[in-house]
């Protein structure tokens, strides 16, 4: 006698619309900022928190590690199955700036890029703020050195080049949200346009 445990069959994983693909798409407007570390790189959290923070490189690197894997879903249509990722768990964050009435985040990335979400989404246990991607450095084209991961979104909310997270009392479109991409961005829900 036994329970035979089964992994999810990968068909179950795929949202609808969303077909896989074994590559790793590159996808951003503008420029890759830079390919090698910015002697001036900080990482900020701010806004409406207890306790406001600044990170250089090294000091970020030092903050203790998690990993995750799981899969992505971009709203052009490709899913990416058992990424794995290393960084610093977004929930862990939240512990440490204790949000003081604040409902959403916005992500600043480089070049003015933003990506907005209320505060349960760094809540979910696989957001992070990830650094190094299947056993290797974030590549340039992917972030390098600091990205937002929110496998949970569209993969549009998982902002490249991150610079910033403020937080905020009240929701304010990002980037492609003002373009009429959806603000909830549920895949499952295929939740793709505002309209
Ligand atoms: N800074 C920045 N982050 C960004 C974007 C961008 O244009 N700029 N594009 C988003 C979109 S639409 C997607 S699908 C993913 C793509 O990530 P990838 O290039 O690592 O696959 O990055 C997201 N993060
Ligand atoms: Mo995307």
New binding site residues.
Partial sequence: MGILKRRKPDSDRIPPGQHTVKD??????GDIPYTEMPADWDFRVYGRIAVPVRWTHSEFRNLPVSSVTTDIH?V?SWTKLDTTWEGVSTRWLLDLVQPNGATHVVAH??GG?TANMPIEDLQAERSMLAYRFDGEELAP???FPLRLLIPHKY??K????LRALEFVDGDEPGY?ERFGYSNTADPWKEERYAF
């Fill in positions: 790793f798409p590159v996808l951003h407007v971009c052009t990335a480089e890029y084209e992917h972030g993969f549009w998982s902002a490249k080049w492609w």
